[in-house]
Protein backbone atom coordinates (compact mmCIF):
# COMPACT_ATOMS: atom_id res chain seq x y z
CA UNK A 1 0.00 0.00 0.00
CA UNK A 2 1.41 3.55 -0.84
CA UNK A 3 1.48 6.22 1.62
CA UNK A 4 -1.33 8.02 0.39
CA UNK A 5 -3.52 4.86 0.45
CA UNK A 6 -2.53 4.45 3.48
CA UNK A 7 -2.94 7.73 4.79
CA UNK A 8 -6.43 8.02 3.32
CA UNK A 9 -7.39 4.43 4.63
CA UNK A 10 -6.20 6.21 8.18
CA UNK A 11 -8.05 8.86 7.84
CA UNK A 12 -11.23 7.61 7.16
CA UNK A 13 -10.89 5.33 10.20
CA UNK A 14 -10.20 8.28 12.52
CA UNK A 15 -13.38 10.08 11.18
CA UNK A 16 -15.31 7.60 12.08
CA UNK A 17 -14.20 8.66 15.76
CA UNK A 18 -15.57 12.22 15.35
CA UNK A 19 -19.10 11.00 14.29
CA UNK A 20 -19.20 9.23 17.26
CA UNK A 21 -17.60 11.86 19.83
CA UNK A 22 -20.22 14.27 18.60
CA UNK A 23 -22.91 11.56 18.31
CA UNK A 24 -22.31 10.42 21.73
CA UNK A 25 -22.41 13.80 23.60
CA UNK A 26 -25.33 15.09 22.76
CA UNK A 27 -26.96 11.79 22.97
CA UNK A 28 -26.24 12.48 26.71
CA UNK A 29 -26.70 15.34 26.74
CA UNK A 30 -30.86 14.31 26.40
CA UNK A 31 -30.37 12.77 29.81
CA UNK A 32 -30.36 16.12 31.31
CA UNK A 33 -34.07 16.41 31.08
CA UNK A 34 -34.79 13.44 32.24
CA UNK A 35 -32.29 13.57 35.52
CA UNK A 36 -33.92 16.71 36.44
CA UNK A 37 -37.64 14.77 36.58
CA UNK A 38 -35.96 11.50 37.62
CA UNK A 39 -34.16 12.91 40.34
CA UNK A 40 -36.20 16.26 40.92
CA UNK A 41 -33.36 18.72 40.79
CA UNK A 42 -33.26 22.73 40.29
CA UNK A 43 -31.82 24.31 37.28
CA UNK A 44 -28.61 24.36 39.19
CA UNK A 45 -27.94 20.92 39.96
CA UNK A 46 -29.30 19.32 36.61
CA UNK A 47 -26.40 21.82 35.19
CA UNK A 48 -24.17 20.17 36.80
CA UNK A 49 -23.89 17.44 34.56
CA UNK A 50 -23.12 19.29 31.60
CA UNK A 51 -20.09 21.31 34.58
CA UNK A 52 -19.08 17.48 34.93
CA UNK A 53 -18.25 17.35 31.28
CA UNK A 54 -16.34 20.06 30.75
CA UNK A 55 -14.51 19.51 33.64
CA UNK A 56 -13.14 16.57 32.38
CA UNK A 57 -11.72 18.91 29.45
CA UNK A 58 -10.19 20.83 32.05
CA UNK A 59 -8.57 17.87 34.52
CA UNK A 60 -7.90 15.44 31.47
CA UNK A 61 -6.66 17.40 28.28
CA UNK A 62 -3.04 18.18 29.43
CA UNK A 63 -2.57 14.93 31.05
CA UNK A 64 -3.82 12.68 27.83
CA UNK A 65 -1.38 15.12 25.57
CA UNK A 66 1.90 13.80 28.13
CA UNK A 67 0.43 9.85 27.82
CA UNK A 68 0.56 10.37 23.75
CA UNK A 69 3.75 11.95 23.59
CA UNK A 70 4.75 8.34 25.01
CA UNK A 71 2.59 5.78 23.91
CA UNK A 72 1.56 7.91 20.17
CA UNK A 73 -1.65 8.13 18.46
CA UNK A 74 -3.32 4.91 18.24
CA UNK A 75 -2.63 3.80 21.90
CA UNK A 76 -4.10 6.66 22.69
CA UNK A 77 -6.71 6.17 20.48
CA UNK A 78 -7.23 2.72 22.40
CA UNK A 79 -7.46 4.42 25.37
CA UNK A 80 -9.99 7.02 24.81
CA UNK A 81 -12.64 4.37 23.68
CA UNK A 82 -11.84 2.12 26.44
CA UNK A 83 -12.23 4.87 28.79
CA UNK A 84 -15.66 5.80 26.82
CA UNK A 85 -16.74 2.21 27.22
CA UNK A 86 -16.50 1.74 30.59
CA UNK A 87 -18.58 5.21 31.00
CA UNK A 88 -20.92 4.03 28.96
CA UNK A 89 -21.37 0.87 31.38
CA UNK A 90 -21.67 3.01 34.25
CA UNK A 91 -24.77 4.21 33.36
CA UNK A 92 -26.39 0.95 34.14
CA UNK A 93 -25.72 0.74 37.78
CA UNK A 94 -26.39 4.64 38.18
CA UNK A 95 -30.32 3.47 35.96
CA UNK A 96 -30.64 1.00 38.68
CA UNK A 97 -29.85 2.05 41.75
CA UNK A 98 -31.18 5.57 40.86
CA UNK A 99 -28.04 7.18 42.29
CA UNK A 100 -27.54 10.56 40.78
CA UNK A 101 -23.68 10.88 42.16
CA UNK A 102 -23.31 7.54 40.11
CA UNK A 103 -24.75 9.43 36.94
CA UNK A 104 -21.86 12.40 37.51
CA UNK A 105 -19.14 9.69 37.88
CA UNK A 106 -20.32 7.97 34.35
CA UNK A 107 -20.79 11.53 32.47
CA UNK A 108 -17.18 12.42 33.93
CA UNK A 109 -15.30 9.18 32.89
CA UNK A 110 -17.45 9.28 29.22
CA UNK A 111 -16.30 12.40 28.60
CA UNK A 112 -12.28 11.75 29.98
CA UNK A 113 -12.44 9.45 27.28
CA UNK A 114 -14.02 11.63 24.41
CA UNK A 115 -11.18 14.09 25.82
CA UNK A 116 -8.64 11.78 25.42
CA UNK A 117 -9.73 10.93 21.72
CA UNK A 118 -10.05 14.39 21.16
CA UNK A 119 -6.54 15.29 22.14
CA UNK A 120 -5.33 12.04 20.29
CA UNK A 121 -7.56 12.30 16.68
CA UNK A 122 -7.15 16.24 16.38
CA UNK A 123 -3.07 15.94 15.64
CA UNK A 124 -3.69 12.57 14.03
CA UNK A 125 -5.65 13.99 11.28
CA UNK A 126 -3.65 17.27 10.75
CA UNK A 127 -0.76 15.32 10.06
CA UNK A 128 -2.14 12.64 8.00
CA UNK A 129 -0.61 14.15 5.08
CA UNK A 130 0.64 17.22 3.78
CA UNK A 131 1.19 20.50 6.26
CA UNK A 132 -0.70 22.88 3.40
CA UNK A 133 -4.18 20.35 3.93
CA UNK A 134 -4.17 20.38 7.84
CA UNK A 135 -6.90 22.38 7.84
CA UNK A 136 -8.93 20.91 4.94
CA UNK A 137 -8.34 17.53 6.54
CA UNK A 138 -9.68 18.92 9.76
CA UNK A 139 -12.37 20.64 8.55
CA UNK A 140 -14.14 17.20 6.79
CA UNK A 141 -13.95 15.11 10.02
CA UNK A 142 -15.19 18.02 12.01
CA UNK A 143 -17.89 17.88 9.77
CA UNK A 144 -18.68 14.21 10.41
CA UNK A 145 -18.45 15.35 14.16
CA UNK A 146 -20.99 17.75 13.19
CA UNK A 147 -23.22 15.16 11.48
CA UNK A 148 -23.24 13.41 14.53
CA UNK A 149 -24.30 15.62 16.35
CA UNK A 150 -27.58 16.37 14.02
CA UNK A 151 -28.36 12.75 14.58
CA UNK A 152 -28.15 12.13 17.95
CA UNK A 153 -31.55 14.55 19.38
CA UNK A 154 -33.76 12.18 17.07
CA UNK A 155 -32.53 9.18 19.04
CA UNK A 156 -32.05 10.76 22.71
CA UNK A 157 -36.10 11.50 21.84
CA UNK A 158 -36.74 8.22 20.58
CA UNK A 159 -35.08 6.21 23.34
CA UNK A 160 -34.27 8.66 26.53
CA UNK A 161 -37.31 10.99 26.39
CA UNK A 162 -39.86 8.73 25.09
CA UNK A 163 -41.57 7.97 28.17
CA UNK A 164 -43.61 10.17 30.90
CA UNK A 165 -41.30 10.38 34.28
CA UNK A 166 -43.42 9.87 37.80
CA UNK A 167 -42.79 12.26 40.45
CA UNK A 168 -41.94 11.44 44.08
CA UNK A 169 -45.35 11.68 45.18
CA UNK A 170 -46.92 9.58 42.26
CA UNK A 171 -44.51 6.87 42.88
CA UNK A 172 -45.37 6.68 46.78
CA UNK A 173 -48.83 6.22 45.88
CA UNK A 174 -48.14 3.11 43.73
CA UNK A 175 -48.23 -0.38 45.33
CA UNK A 176 -44.78 -2.22 46.03
CA UNK A 177 -45.35 -4.16 43.16
CA UNK A 178 -46.23 -1.32 40.18
CA UNK A 179 -43.23 0.54 41.60
CA UNK A 180 -40.55 -2.37 41.31
CA UNK A 181 -42.15 -2.73 37.80
CA UNK A 182 -41.76 1.25 37.09
CA UNK A 183 -38.27 1.60 38.72
CA UNK A 184 -37.17 -1.50 36.59
CA UNK A 185 -38.81 -0.25 33.43
CA UNK A 186 -37.21 3.45 33.72
CA UNK A 187 -33.98 2.02 34.21
CA UNK A 188 -34.02 0.12 31.19
CA UNK A 189 -35.01 3.06 29.24
CA UNK A 190 -31.72 4.13 30.06
CA UNK A 191 -29.41 1.02 29.98
CA UNK A 192 -30.44 -0.32 26.75
CA UNK A 193 -28.75 2.15 24.69
CA UNK A 194 -25.88 2.73 26.42
CA UNK A 195 -25.40 -1.27 26.49
CA UNK A 196 -25.46 -1.26 23.07
CA UNK A 197 -23.16 1.95 22.70
CA UNK A 198 -20.85 0.65 25.23
CA UNK A 199 -20.82 -3.06 23.04
CA UNK A 200 -20.20 -0.84 19.76
CA UNK A 201 -17.49 1.37 21.25
CA UNK A 202 -15.58 -2.07 22.52
CA UNK A 203 -15.55 -3.50 18.96
CA UNK A 204 -14.12 -0.15 17.77
CA UNK A 205 -11.61 -0.37 20.60
CA UNK A 206 -10.45 -3.83 19.19
CA UNK A 207 -10.60 -2.37 15.73
CA UNK A 208 -7.49 -0.12 16.40
CA UNK A 209 -5.83 -2.79 18.18
CA UNK A 210 -5.46 -4.89 14.91
CA UNK A 211 -5.16 -2.30 12.10
CA UNK A 212 -2.09 -1.04 11.62
CA UNK A 213 -2.11 3.24 11.37
CA UNK A 214 0.71 5.16 9.73
CA UNK A 215 2.97 5.81 13.04
CA UNK A 216 3.65 9.55 13.11
CA UNK A 217 4.96 10.49 16.25
CA UNK A 218 8.57 9.97 15.92
CA UNK A 219 10.38 9.79 19.32
CA UNK A 220 9.11 11.03 22.83
CA UNK A 221 9.76 14.49 23.74
CA UNK A 222 10.42 15.76 27.26
CA UNK A 223 9.67 19.03 29.02
CA UNK A 224 7.10 20.07 26.28
CA UNK A 225 4.77 21.89 27.95
CA UNK A 226 7.72 24.45 29.47
CA UNK A 227 8.47 25.00 25.68
CA UNK A 228 4.81 25.60 24.41
CA UNK A 229 3.94 27.70 27.57
CA UNK A 230 6.40 30.39 25.84
CA UNK A 231 5.30 29.61 22.90
CA UNK A 232 3.27 33.12 21.70
CA UNK A 233 1.12 31.67 18.99
CA UNK A 234 -0.02 28.55 21.08
CA UNK A 235 -1.09 30.50 23.55
CA UNK A 236 -2.63 33.25 21.10
CA UNK A 237 -4.45 30.13 19.63
CA UNK A 238 -5.22 28.53 23.18
CA UNK A 239 -7.18 31.50 24.28
CA UNK A 240 -8.44 31.29 20.58
CA UNK A 241 -10.14 28.06 21.04
CA UNK A 242 -11.21 28.86 24.54
CA UNK A 243 -12.93 32.11 23.06
CA UNK A 244 -14.77 30.08 20.29
CA UNK A 245 -16.22 27.48 22.00
CA UNK A 246 -17.39 29.97 25.04
CA UNK A 247 -18.87 32.35 22.02
CA UNK A 248 -20.57 29.28 20.28
CA UNK A 249 -21.86 27.75 23.12
CA UNK A 250 -23.39 30.95 25.00
CA UNK A 251 -25.15 31.48 21.75
CA UNK A 252 -26.84 28.23 21.25
CA UNK A 253 -27.74 28.30 25.44
CA UNK A 254 -29.41 31.67 24.89
CA UNK A 255 -31.29 31.30 21.29
CA UNK A 256 -34.63 30.73 23.07
CA UNK A 257 -34.47 33.33 25.41
CA UNK A 258 -33.19 35.21 23.43
CA UNK A 259 -35.91 35.07 20.47
CA UNK A 260 -38.71 34.93 23.30
CA UNK A 261 -37.33 38.39 24.02
CA UNK A 262 -38.26 40.19 20.97
CA UNK A 263 -41.58 37.97 20.59
CA UNK A 264 -40.53 36.11 17.69
CA UNK A 265 -43.06 33.52 18.11
CA UNK A 266 -45.77 35.77 17.94
CA UNK A 267 -44.11 36.89 14.47
CA UNK A 268 -43.73 33.22 13.10
CA UNK A 269 -47.71 32.62 13.80
CA UNK A 270 -48.16 36.03 11.67
CA UNK A 271 -45.86 34.75 8.80
CA UNK A 272 -47.16 31.96 6.74
CA UNK A 273 -43.58 30.80 5.65
CA UNK A 274 -42.03 30.81 8.63
CA UNK A 275 -45.19 29.28 10.53
CA UNK A 276 -45.35 26.53 7.32
CA UNK A 277 -41.35 25.95 8.54
CA UNK A 278 -42.02 25.66 11.87
CA UNK A 279 -45.15 23.44 11.76
CA UNK A 280 -42.79 21.00 9.21
CA UNK A 281 -39.89 21.31 12.13
CA UNK A 282 -41.98 20.15 14.58
CA UNK A 283 -45.10 18.20 12.91
CA UNK A 284 -47.48 19.26 15.12
CA UNK A 285 -50.39 22.21 15.53
CA UNK A 286 -48.48 25.04 17.02
CA UNK A 287 -51.59 26.50 18.39
CA UNK A 288 -50.96 23.56 20.54
CA UNK A 289 -47.48 23.32 22.11
CA UNK A 290 -45.86 26.37 24.14
CA UNK A 291 -44.31 29.46 22.50
CA UNK A 292 -40.52 28.42 23.77
CA UNK A 293 -40.97 25.12 21.95
CA UNK A 294 -42.21 27.00 18.28
CA UNK A 295 -39.01 29.53 18.43
CA UNK A 296 -37.12 26.57 19.87
CA UNK A 297 -37.81 25.11 16.67
CA UNK A 298 -35.67 27.03 14.36
CA UNK A 299 -31.79 26.53 16.63
CA UNK A 300 -31.78 23.83 14.46
CA UNK A 301 -30.59 26.05 11.64
CA UNK A 302 -27.83 27.18 14.00
CA UNK A 303 -26.53 24.04 14.57
CA UNK A 304 -26.92 22.25 10.98
CA UNK A 305 -25.36 25.78 9.63
CA UNK A 306 -22.00 24.54 11.52
CA UNK A 307 -22.34 21.15 9.91
CA UNK A 308 -23.15 22.47 5.82
CA UNK A 309 -19.97 25.04 6.98
CA UNK A 310 -17.46 22.64 8.06
CA UNK A 311 -18.35 20.41 4.24
CA UNK A 312 -17.72 24.01 2.59
CA UNK A 313 -14.62 25.04 4.68
CA UNK A 314 -12.82 21.37 3.78
CA UNK A 315 -12.97 22.63 0.28
CA UNK A 316 -12.29 26.57 1.09
CA UNK A 317 -8.89 25.58 2.59
CA UNK A 318 -7.91 23.90 0.39
CA UNK A 319 -8.24 26.81 -1.97
CA UNK A 320 -7.72 29.55 -0.08
CA UNK A 321 -5.32 30.47 2.97
CA UNK A 322 -7.04 28.86 6.24
CA UNK A 323 -5.85 32.12 7.94
CA UNK A 324 -7.74 34.01 5.07
CA UNK A 325 -10.95 32.03 5.60
CA UNK A 326 -10.74 32.36 9.50
CA UNK A 327 -10.12 35.93 9.45
CA UNK A 328 -12.86 36.36 7.39
CA UNK A 329 -15.85 34.12 8.80
CA UNK A 330 -14.64 35.65 12.06
CA UNK A 331 -15.41 39.15 10.75
CA UNK A 332 -18.88 37.41 9.06
CA UNK A 333 -19.85 36.33 12.35
CA UNK A 334 -19.45 39.94 14.43
CA UNK A 335 -21.27 41.54 11.39
CA UNK A 336 -23.89 39.10 11.70
CA UNK A 337 -24.05 39.70 15.79
CA UNK A 338 -24.19 43.44 14.86
CA UNK A 339 -26.85 43.18 12.53
CA UNK A 340 -29.21 41.07 15.39
CA UNK A 341 -27.94 43.54 18.18
CA UNK A 342 -29.46 46.50 15.84
CA UNK A 343 -32.58 45.22 14.88
CA UNK A 344 -35.57 43.26 15.83
CA UNK A 345 -38.41 40.26 14.48
CA UNK A 346 -36.75 37.92 11.68
CA UNK A 347 -34.18 39.82 10.86
CA UNK A 348 -32.38 39.62 14.28
CA UNK A 349 -33.07 36.13 14.54
CA UNK A 350 -31.91 35.04 10.63
CA UNK A 351 -28.53 36.96 11.60
CA UNK A 352 -27.62 35.27 14.45
CA UNK A 353 -28.89 31.75 13.39
CA UNK A 354 -26.14 32.65 10.46
CA UNK A 355 -23.89 32.80 13.04
CA UNK A 356 -23.58 28.83 13.22
CA UNK A 357 -22.55 28.92 9.67
CA UNK A 358 -19.78 30.80 10.07
CA UNK A 359 -18.48 29.02 13.72
CA UNK A 360 -18.10 26.08 11.57
CA UNK A 361 -14.42 26.14 10.29
CA UNK A 362 -13.23 28.08 13.74
CA UNK A 363 -12.40 25.31 16.24
CA UNK A 364 -10.57 23.05 13.16
CA UNK A 365 -8.37 25.95 11.69
CA UNK A 366 -7.64 27.39 15.09
CA UNK A 367 -6.26 24.47 16.63
CA UNK A 368 -4.86 23.23 12.81
CA UNK A 369 -2.93 26.97 12.24
CA UNK A 370 -1.79 26.23 16.64
CA UNK A 371 -0.40 23.05 16.02
CA UNK A 372 1.48 23.42 12.99
CA UNK A 373 4.89 23.15 12.76
CA UNK A 374 5.44 21.75 15.78
CA UNK A 375 5.99 18.41 15.32
CA UNK A 376 6.47 16.18 18.00
CA UNK A 377 5.19 18.57 20.41
CA UNK A 378 1.63 17.83 18.68
CA UNK A 379 0.39 15.85 21.20
CA UNK A 380 1.14 17.84 24.15
CA UNK A 381 -0.21 21.40 22.32
CA UNK A 382 -3.23 19.09 21.44
CA UNK A 383 -3.80 18.87 25.22
CA UNK A 384 -3.44 22.35 26.02
CA UNK A 385 -5.62 23.40 23.61
CA UNK A 386 -8.24 20.83 24.22
CA UNK A 387 -7.54 22.15 28.07
CA UNK A 388 -9.52 25.24 26.87
CA UNK A 389 -12.69 24.34 25.82
CA UNK A 390 -13.36 24.68 29.03
CA UNK A 391 -14.56 28.34 27.75
CA UNK A 392 -17.96 26.98 27.03
CA UNK A 393 -18.42 26.54 30.69
CA UNK A 394 -17.14 30.08 31.39
CA UNK A 395 -18.35 32.53 28.90
CA UNK A 396 -22.32 31.33 28.91
CA UNK A 397 -22.60 32.59 32.23
CA UNK A 398 -20.54 35.77 31.84
CA UNK A 399 -23.10 36.44 28.91
CA UNK A 400 -26.15 35.60 31.36
CA UNK A 401 -24.86 37.83 33.96
CA UNK A 402 -24.50 41.07 31.60
CA UNK A 403 -28.06 39.82 29.96
CA UNK A 404 -29.40 40.26 33.88
CA UNK A 405 -27.40 43.70 33.76
CA UNK A 406 -27.91 45.62 30.43
CA UNK A 407 -30.46 42.83 28.17
CA UNK A 408 -29.58 40.27 25.52
CA UNK A 409 -28.94 43.27 23.13
CA UNK A 410 -25.98 44.96 25.13
CA UNK A 411 -24.69 41.36 25.98
CA UNK A 412 -24.02 40.58 22.79
CA UNK A 413 -20.73 42.94 22.63
CA UNK A 414 -19.25 40.02 25.15
CA UNK A 415 -19.91 37.63 22.10
CA UNK A 416 -18.56 39.98 19.81
CA UNK A 417 -15.44 40.53 21.29
CA UNK A 418 -14.86 36.90 21.29
CA UNK A 419 -15.26 36.51 17.42
CA UNK A 420 -13.16 39.92 17.34
CA UNK A 421 -10.05 38.22 19.34
CA UNK A 422 -10.23 35.35 16.21
CA UNK A 423 -9.86 37.70 13.68
CA UNK A 424 -6.76 39.12 14.99
CA UNK A 425 -5.55 35.83 15.48
CA UNK A 426 -6.31 35.02 11.99
CA UNK A 427 -4.46 37.67 10.81
CA UNK A 428 -1.81 37.26 13.27
CA UNK A 429 -0.82 33.98 12.22
CA UNK A 430 -0.87 34.87 8.62
CA UNK A 431 1.44 36.89 8.91
CA UNK A 432 3.42 34.79 11.34
CA UNK A 433 3.09 31.33 8.84
CA UNK A 434 5.55 30.18 6.79
CA UNK A 435 3.41 27.62 5.42
CA UNK A 436 3.03 26.90 2.00
CA UNK A 437 -0.73 26.89 0.27
CA UNK A 438 -2.00 25.81 -2.62
Do not use: H
Not at 204 to 217: D, H, T, Y
Not at 328 to 343: D, P, T
Amino acid sequence: MTEKKSFRSAFITVTVLFFLWGFITVLVDSLVPRLKDVFELSYFQAGLVQFAFFLAYFIISVPAGALLSRIGYQKGIIVGLVTMAIGCLLFYPAAADRQFWIFMVAYFTLAGGITVLQVAANPYVSVLGSEDGASSRLNLSQAFNSLGTAIAPLIGASFLLSDTIKSSEEISVLTDIDRSYYYVSEASAVQTPFLYIAAFIGLLALLFVFIKLPKILEKTTVGGYGKLLKNKIVMLGALGIFLYVGAEVAIGSYLVNYFMSMNISEIILQNETMKYIAERLLNTDLNSIDAKAIVGAFVVFYWSGAMIGRFVGAYLTRIIKPTKVLSIFAFLAVLMLLVSMNSSGLTAMWSILAVGLFNSIMFPTIFALTIDGLGDLKPQASGLLCMAIVGGAVIPPMYGLFTDSFGFKIALLLIIACYAYILIFGILKGKQSSIRYN
